[in-house]
């Protein structure tokens, strides 16, 4: 079954400090990666997504996410946190097996960055 | 939240009534999504559209049920059936080529 997991429920940082958010995937066939952020009861807006190409994809609002094939992941990382920055983070996979453009979620990891 | 829009923005009804959650969106969006939010649980996928008047099951169907008669309006209802309906459900469209959905506001429900 095709999956995507997000091991922390939450990520403390001091603001300043690099920031990861850790993703992990299990798919069949290429896997199509995405990141999505959530503030206080608002939708998800997008940030960035990896389809192919370079393995370090870049976004918006400073992120990027580092795809690596062997581990299976694809971490969101930022390298220097703002306060601004504390919000809900979702990774999400498209699911290949389906043949439409449906997509899986994770559990998300809520950021916190402390002044 | 872009040309996405969802109302009401909270709802309450009583157990056993049905209720309807409007999402309409002006970005000319083929593919429409209805996803439901929980705590500690992500996004799980209630029901989806790709082109007007076809709808297909998410994982989570049971208990709502659909239309898409237009393609601005992907409108949900939340039936008697569904045992356990308090929830955040958030709607998100995009152009059928593409993967990045935008998504609406979401309606908090919350059954007495």
């Known amino acids: 079954a095709q999956s995507v997991a997000q091991p922390e429920d939450q990520v403390n940082v001091a603001e300043g400090n690099p920031l990861t958010v850790k993703c992990t995937y299990s798919v069949s066939g290429n896997p199509y990666l995405f990141w999505y952020v959530q503030y206080p009861n608002r939708g998800l807006q997008f940030l960035l997504k990896y389809i192919t190409g370079d393995n370090l994809v870049k976004g918006s609002y400073g992120f990027e996410a580092e795809f690596n094939k062997s581990q299976t992941s694809f971490h969101l990382k930022k390298p220097s946190a703002l306060v601004s920055d504390s919000a809900l983070y979702f990774c999400?996979?498209?699911?290949?097996?389906?043949?439409?453009?449906?997509?899986?979620f994770g559990t998300g990891t809520r950021l916190k960055v402390l002044a | 939240d872009g040309g996405i829009t969802q109302s009401p923005k909270y709802l309450f009804r009583k157990e056993g009534q049905n209720v309807t959650l409007s999402c309409e969106q002006n970005?000319?969006?083929?593919?429409m999504y209805w996803y439901r939010q929980d705590p500690g649980q992500g996004l799980r996928l209630i029901y989806y559209?790709?082109?007007?008047?076809?709808?297909q099951k998410g994982d989570i169907a049971e208990g709502y049920s659909v239309s898409r008669e237009k393609k601005e309006s992907f409108p949900l209802t939340v039936t008697s059936a569904q045992k356990n309906p308090t929830a955040f459900y958030l709607c998100?469209?995009?152009?059928?080529?593409?993967?990045?959905?935008?998504f609406g506001p979401g309606t908090r429900l919350t059954v007495l």
């Open positions: 998100a469209s995009k152009i059928s080529s593409t993967d990045t959905q935008y």
């Open positions: 970005l000319n969006h083929d593919a």
């Open positions: 999400a996979v498209r699911d290949t097996t389906s043949g439409t453009y449906k997509y899986i």
């Open positions: 559209s790709q082109i007007v008047n076809d709808f």
